[in-house]
């Protein structure tokens, strides 16, 4: 079971990246997937969520409406589009799943926000001019 994050890198504050998860040795079809960072010397912080099923999303205040999370479930690959970034958005991002458990509907709002099964190494974001 692996989770293997890319698409991190520099880019300048109004730059995009999009990051990419990969997923080997599981099927994503049955978890709820979150992006998290880590910032130098913070705690790590939720960014985003997607649920199984229906993809219902969640965003932080911090990033919503600049932030895109996706999911590919038969490439077994979700992504974090990434817009406008600013320089407060520097840090290691990682995904990270976690199985639905069996419910029917789970709120994207609360769904990452549990001890999460699988995580990635980190990918670094840096927004410097």
């Known amino acids: 079971v692996q989770l293997v994050e890319s698409g991190g890198g520099m880019v300048q504050p109004g730059g995009s990246l999009r990051l990419s998860c990969a997923a080997s040795?599981?099927?994503?079809?049955?978890?709820?997937i979150g992006w998290f960072r880590q910032a130098p010397g913070k705690e790590r912080e939720g960014v985003s969520c997607?649920?199984?099923?229906?993809?219902?999303?969640y965003y932080a205040d911090s990033v919503k409406g600049r932030f895109t999370i996706s999911r590919e479930n038969a490439k077994k690959t979700v992504y974090l589009q990434m817009n406008s970034l600013e320089p407060e958005d520097t840090a290691v991002y990682y995904c990270?799943?976690?199985?639905?458990?069996?419910?029917?509907?789970?709120?994207?709002?609360?769904?990452?926000?549990?001890?999460?099964?699988?995580w990635g190494s980190g990918t670094l974001v840096t927004v410097s001019s």
């Open positions: 990270a799943v976690v199985h639905y458990g069996g419910d029917h509907y789970s709120s994207p709002n609360t769904a990452c926000n549990v001890d999460m099964d699988y």
């Open positions: 997607i649920t199984r099923g229906d993809g219902g999303t």
């Open positions: 040795g599981f099927s994503l079809d049955y978890y709820h």
